[in-house]
T-cell receptor
Framework: GAVVSQHPSRVICKSGTSVKIECRSL??????MFWYRQFPKQSLMLMAT?????????EQGVEKDKFLINHASLTLSTLTVTSAHPEDSSFYIC????????????FGDGTRLSIL | AQSVTQLDSHVSVSEGTPVLLRCNYS??????LFWYVQHPNKGLQLLLK??????LVKGINGFEAEFKKSETSFHLTKPSAHMSDAAEYFC??????????????FGTGTQLKVEL
């Protein structure tokens, strides 16, 4: 079964609203989680690294106030897209690092965000 | 610094014929290299990984890849394509020196199409 659960899988909302996406690690504790954005037919772009109990590390060009990340527990990280606009529409994917696994990161199934 | 170049954005093969997806990498240190597969609107699934052990790596679903340091390549192959192999494939490099999170750098992806 899936080791990383991402919710919701799809969301459609009006411009100006805020949207929260959850990423949960199942069966393991993840001190580090990652948030990616993927545009159609393009690769994954790392947005930020989420560290449990501390501030997230954002990649260059990613607005911290726009994409709020909270990693309050060892199994949950959330990404909130604040005051979303149509240009924020995208596929967002989270991943989590399991120190006990041979895999570098386990990926969620992604969230398709559509802003009208 | 590390980077990955996937030489083909699209590859089309007939079912039952061999698959070759090309990848070249650049890394300042000894890299870890991975191939991931992504089906539509899904997250990423690890096919195989190279981490300085055997240069020929076997993965799931009959895929394998060979690490060639002299050519800085890590091409993905499969002897016989199946319809279910149609998906997007990403070559990924991880710089082990970064530590604390295994930051991944993704290639731009290769869309594999399998025809009857």
């Amino acid at each position: 079964g899936a080791v990383v659960s991402q919710h919701p899988s799809r969301v459609i909302c009006k411009s100006g609203t805020s949207v929260k996406i959850e990423c949960r690690s199942l069966d393991f504790q993840a001190t580090t989680m990652f948030w990616y954005r993927q545009f159609p037919k393009q690769s994954l772009m790392l947005m930020a690294t989420s560290n449990e109990g501390s501030k997230a590390t954002y990649e260059q060009g990613v607005e911290k106030d726009k994409f709020l990340i909270n990693h309050a527990s060892l199994t949950l990280s959330t990404l909130t897209v604040t005051s979303a606009h149509p240009e924020d529409s995208s596929f967002y994917i989270c991943s989590a690092r399991d120190p006990g696994s041979y895999q570098p990161q386990h990926f969620g199934d992604g969230t398709r965000l559509s802003i009208l | 610094a590390q980077s990955v170049t996937q030489l083909d954005s699209h590859v089309s093969v007939s079912e039952g014929t061999p698959v070759l997806l090309r990848c070249n990498y650049s890394s300042s240190y000894s890299p870890s290299l991975f191939w991931y597969v992504q089906h539509p609107n899904k997250g990423l699934q690890l096919l195989l990984k190279y981490t300085s052990a055997a240069t020929l790596v076997k993965g799931i679903n009959g895929f394998e890849a060979e690490f060639k340091k002299s050519e800085t390549s890590f091409h993905l192959t499969k002897p016989s394509a199946h319809m279910s192999d149609a998906a997007e494939y990403f070559c990924v490099v991880s710089d082990q020196i970064t530590g604390g999170g295994n930051k991944l750098t993704f290639g731009t992806g290769t869309q594999l199409k399998v025809e009857l």
